[in-house]
C-alpha cells in the first residue's frame, strides 16, 4: 500500500508507546483518503518494531486533530483491537523452474467487526489471501496473525484447531455433503467439536431457524434452491462460533435477487454477532455493502477503499 506522505501535519514524541523515543507521523492520502501513522524516521533500537501502521480514515483524521494524549490514547485503542495483521506477506509457488508470485509483501490491518472486500482481476492474490488467513496455506515470507495466533509458525494441530474454532468458511459451491440433510450438515463441524448429541442437535436447529430454514432443516441438497443451500453453508459455518468468517465468492453460483438477500442476511448476522468477514468477490455492488474494499493486482494491494458502510465515528 502505498501512502502519499504530502500533508503530514502532526509530529509528536511518544516515549511510552514502545518503551523508545522517537517521533510519530500521521498523514493522510488525498487520493484514496487512507490515513497511515509513521514511526520513526531515524534509526530505532531494534525492540521498536512496526514502522507503519495503517489506520481506519475517522482514527487518521482524529490523530491529525489531535494533540499528544490523543494520539496516544487513539493509537493504543486501535493496536489493541487488531484481529489480523499481515505484515510483507508472501506466497510464492514453484512450477517447474518458474517461480510465480502469488502474494507480494502485502500489509494489512483488519479490526474486529469489519466487513472487508477483496477485488481485483483472476490471478491478482485475492483466494491465496484469504487461504493464508484462514490457515489453509502458510505463507512463504512475512508473517500473518489472526487472534494472537502466528499461522506461519503454527503447528498443524494448532491449525486444525484453529480453523474449526475460530473460523468459518462460506464457498461459492456450498460444498455440502449431498448424502446429509441441512440438520445433519450443520452438525457436521459440532461432531467434529465433540459436542453432545442432544446440544448439537438443539445448536444446529436454532442456526438454521435463524437463516430461515426451519421448514427445510430435514431436506438433502439436492432437494433445496441455490440460495437455500447457502443459508445452510452460512449456518455451518456460525456452528462453532468463530470470530471470523471467510467467504469465496458467495453470491457467485447466485441470480442476483437471490444473492442480494443472501448478502442481506449475512451484514444482519454480522451486525448482530459482532463477526468479522473478508469475503472474495468480483461483483463490485456486493463489495460495496463491506465497510472496506481492498484492491490487488498482480498479488500486491492497489488500493484500500472506504465505503459509505463504514463508520465515521469511533
Request: aromatic share 4%; with cysteine.
Amino acid at each position: 500500500m502505498s501512502i502519499i506522505r504530502t500533508g503530514c501535519t502532526t509530529r509528536q514524541s511518544v516515549p511510552t508507546l514502545t518503551g523508545c523515543n522517537h517521533p510519530i507521523s500521521v498523514c493522510m492520502d488525498p487520493v484514496s483518503g487512507a490515513g497511515a501513522i509513521f514511526l520513526g524516521g531515524t534509526v530505532l533500537p531494534s525492540r521498536c518494531e512496526a514502522p507503519k501502521v495503517y489506520l481506519p480514515l475517522w482514527l487518521a483524521t482524529a490523530l491529525t486533530r489531535g494533540g499528544h494524549s490523543g494520539i496516544l490514547d487513539a493509537l493504543n485503542h486501535f493496536m489493541n483491537e487488531v484481529l489480523i495483521s499481515a505484515s510483507k506477506l508472501t506466497r510464492r509457488y514453484h512450477v517447474g523452474k518458474t517461480v510465480i508470485a502469488a502474494l507480494s509483501e502485502v500489509d494489512l490491518l483488519i479490526g474486529p467487526g469489519e466487513f472487508t472486500a477483496l477485488v481485483g482481476p483472476s490471478g491478482s492474490g485475492k483466494s491465496t489471501l484469504l487461504n493464508l488467513i484462514g490457515g489453509l496455506d502458510r505463507p512463504t515470507g512475512g508473517e500473518v496473525h489472526v487472534d494472537g495466533l502466528s499461522l506461519g509458525a503454527a503447528s498443524e494441530p494448532e491449525l486444525v484447531r484453529y480453523r474449526r474454532e475460530r473460523v468459518g468458511f462460506i464457498f461459492q459451491s456450498f460444498n455440502l455433503l449431498p448424502t446429509l440433510t441441512a440438520l445433519e450438515n450443520v452438525e457436521a463441524p459440532l461432531m467434529l467439536a465433540e459436542m453432545p448429541g442432544h446440544a448439537r442437535r438443539e445448536r444446529a436447529t436454532a442456526l438454521l431457524a435463524s437463516v430461515g430454514l426451519t421448514a427445510r432443516m430435514l431436506h438433502k441438497p439436492n432437494e433445496l434452491s441455490g440460495g437455500e443451500k447457502q443459508r445452510v453453508a452460512i449456518a455451518r459455518a456460525l456452528a462453532n462460533r468463530p470470530l471470523l468468517l471467510l467467504a469465496d465468492e458467495p453470491t457467485g453460483n447466485l441470480d442476483s435477487k437471490t444473492g442480494g438477500a443472501v448478502l442481506d442476511l449475512l451484514c444482519g448476522l454480522l451486525r448482530a454477532q459482532g463477526l468479522t468477514m473478508i469475503m472474495v468477490t468480483h461483483d463490485l455492488e456486493v463489495a460495496a455493502r463491506a465497510n472496506r474494499i481492498i484492491h490487488l493486482r498482480d498479488g500486491s494491494i492497489q488500493q484500500i477503499e472506504t465505503t459509505s458502510s463504514a463508520e465515521t465515528t469511533p
